[in-house]
C-alpha cells in the first residue's frame, strides 16, 4: 500500500502553515516553498479547505493558513481526505466481499482487520502539531551537526 503523492502534499502544507505559526500565506510563495505546481497546489488546497483543515483569506494581503484547531487535526484525518477510507483488503469494505463466502470467519480477514484496525489507530494517535514538532527537533538536531562539522 502507499499513499498518492497528494497526501504527502496535504501534510507538507499543513506543517508549513503551522511551523510559521500560521502567518497567511500565498498560493505561490507556497507552492514555491514547497515544491508543488501551483495547479496542483490549488487544487490540493481546495480539497483541504472544503475539509476545514485550512482557510483562505481573499485580497492582495490574503493567503491560506491553518483553519481553527487544524493543527489538531490527525494523520488520519488528512488521509481520510486525500485517500478515502482506509481499506487494505477487499474484503474489508462495506459490503464485505469475500470469492470465498467467508468474511464472517476467515483468518485471513481476521488478521487484516487487527492489522487495519492498528494501522488507522496509529494515524489516529499523530497530530499535525506533533509531527511538526519533531520536524523541528530534526531540524534544530541537523544544524547542530552541521555547526559540529564544520
Not at 483569506?57 to 481526505?81: F, I, P, R, S
Amino acid at each position: 500500500m502507499k499513499f498518492q503523492l497528494a497526501t504527502d502534499y496535504a501534510i507538507r502544507i499543513l506543517c508549513y502553515l503551522y511551523e510559521n505559526n500560521n502567518r497567511l500565506s500565498t498560493a505561490t510563495h507556497l507552492s514555491e516553498k514547497l515544491g508543488i505546481t501551483y495547479l496542483y497546489f490549488m487544487k490540493l488546497t481546495g480539497v483541504l479547505k472544503h475539509a476545514g483543515l485550512i482557510q483562505s483569506v481573499q485580497g492582495c494581503n490574503g493567503g491560506y493558513q491553518l483553519a481553527k484547531n487544524a493543527e489538531n487535526a490527525t494523520l488520519y484525518d488528512v488521509v481520510k481526505v486525500t485517500e478515502g477510507d482506509v481499506r487494505i483488503n477487499r474484503c474489508l469494505e462495506e459490503d464485505r466481499f469475500c470469492s470465498r463466502n467467508a468474511a464472517e470467519w476467515c483468518t485471513v480477514h481476521t488478521f487484516f482487520q487487527e492489522l487495519q484496525d492498528g494501522f488507522i489507530e496509529r494515524l489516529n494517535s499523530v497530530r499535525i502539531c506533533d509531527l511538526c514538532q519533531k520536524t523541528g527537533e530534526q531540524k534544530a538536531a541537523a544544524q547542530q551537526y552541521a555547526e559540529l562539522n564544520v
